[in-house]
């Protein structure tokens, strides 16, 4: 599951994880999660390591704490979780074909009409 | 608190600097990988921690303690290729004199482990194999629990899946009783999930002490044409840069913040053990020793 040579910081592998185990609901709302030790001994990692994926979720509001008990699934996290997917996955393919468009010299107006033509075409795909 | 301090500490061996204007403060139970080359310092640091060297100016302290009190020789434990055990011993001897010993020496957890790693306690160490030896070595370590613990090339002659198994135990044990861990080690790339902190240790100097986290987003390697390069590179920190073909440049520097910015250039956040290498790198390196021999040659 964690990649050695992935660019990604482990801490941010472990977030991914963990929202992956939401998107498919084998963590379900108000459901506990993991705790830093227990990550830390699944993957072999620094506890403060995994300590820091789950802080992130717990900023993102995907998960809540509960003093002295751990982590907890926030109702709504799977919901939250595939809005914030949709807008940066659509954002970052977005990203590369503008960036690859410049490098083929294709003018602004060019790319629009490049993306209507590919709207239409798959629109009227699943007419 | 921290676990261990040293301020201005400095060693010398016949006029020999083997550590310069050393500082370094480290956090309790935090596990802390350091790094450097053969002669670096690093094992004078960590026998100046034990106790076994004392500086030749500074202070040194453990806990708040001087390195040398007797609350510090009984809290730690320092494991060298040299940690010598009674010959006449059994191992089976050698572990009951440590469960007597270390306060926090648990037979529940050393007898399994020392099970495992498939050790006969009718034996003696003298039988061991050199690897065994480490082993064992480092499995006592382990085992004494000791809220220092020093681990001067542990890995060092076990093989790959023993490394393996050693290091899943060293972290297992660590969430089970954690205390402060410092181990050396030439295989970063091994032992880099399991640390918390990193320190590089250079020609006796503290050249690097950080969170492992936060160093995996720190310093940025960046291909491109030279004139366009020098420009954004101007004011920044350099740690290495080579012009790896005419006219392109490689450059390695310390930054932080997103690296959009770069995002025209061949940009990359260098991994943990990258860093280690550039910073350790020698001036030119060992592209120039056949750069240098091949322009001699005459192929005419």
């Known amino acids: 599951m964690l990649h050695d040579q992935s660019e990604k910081p482990i801490y941010k592998q472990i977030a991914e994880w963990l929202e992956e185990e939401i998107l498919a609901e084998r963590l379900q709302e108000n459901a506990k999660v993991y705790s830093q030790y227990q990550l830390a001994e699944i993957y072999t990692i620094n506890p403060a390591t995994a300590s820091k994926g789950l802080a992130i979720l717990v900023e993102e509001g995907t998960l809540f704490k509960k003093r002295g008990l751990g982590c907890f699934v926030s109702p709504g996290a799977q919901k939250n979780l595939l809005a914030k997917r949709k807008a940066t996955t659509l954002k970052t393919l977005l990203s590369s074909s503008v960036k690859e468009a410049g490098y083929l010299g294709i003018t602004k107006e060019e790319f629009q009409k490049l993306v209507e033509q590919e709207w239409e075409n798959q629109k009227g795909d699943k007419k | ?300």
């Not at chain 2, 039988?127 to 090339?153: V, W």
């Open chain 2, 1 to 300: 608190m921290n676990a261990i301090s040293f301020e201005n500490v400095n060693k010398s061996f016949h006029r020999q600097s083997a550590l310069i204007d050393f500082n370094l403060q480290i956090p309790e139970n935090t596990i802390v990988g350091v790094a450097g080359r053969n002669g670096a310092g690093k094992t004078t640091m960590l026998e100046i921690i034990s106790g076994l060297q004392t500086p030749s100016s500074g202070r040194a302290a453990v806990y708040g303690f001087p390195v040398t009190s007797l609350e510090v020789q009984s809290n730690s434990i320092f494991v060298e290729e040299n940690m010598a055990f009674p010959a006449h011993f059994t191992l089976g001897e050698i572990l009951a004199a440590g469960a007597e010993q270390y306060t926090f020496w648990e037979n529940a957890v050393a007898l399994p482990l020392f099970q495992y790693f498939e050790f006969k306690m009718s034996a003696k160490i003298e039988q061991l194999s050199k690897g065994q030896k480490r082993l064992f070595q480092a499995l006592f370590g382990l085992c004494t629990r000791a809220p220092l613990t020093l681990m001067d090339e542990p890995l060092e002659g076990m093989d790959e899946t023993i490394r393996k198994d050693f290091m899943e135990a060293l972290l297992k044990d660590y969430i089970q009783k954690p205390r402060t861990i410092l181990i050396s080690s030439h295989h970063l790339k091994e032992i880099e999930n399991l640390l918390e902190y990193l320190l590089i240790i250079e020609n006796g100097h503290n050249i690097l002490f950080s969170s492992i986290e936060d160093l995996r987003h720190s310093v940025l390697e960046i291909t491109g044409p030279i004139a366009e390069l020098q420009q954004l590179l101007t004011g920044r920190e350099i740690i290495f840069e080579e012009e790896i073909s005419p006219g392109i440049l490689k450059a390695v520097f310390y930054y932080s913040g997103s690296k959009d910015k770069f995002s025209s250039f061949h940009c990359t956040w260098s991994s943990i053990s990258d860093i280690y290498t550039y910073l350790v790198k020698k001036k030119g390196g060992i592209r120039d020793v056949y750069h240098s021999t091949s322009s001699q040659r005459n192929y005419s």
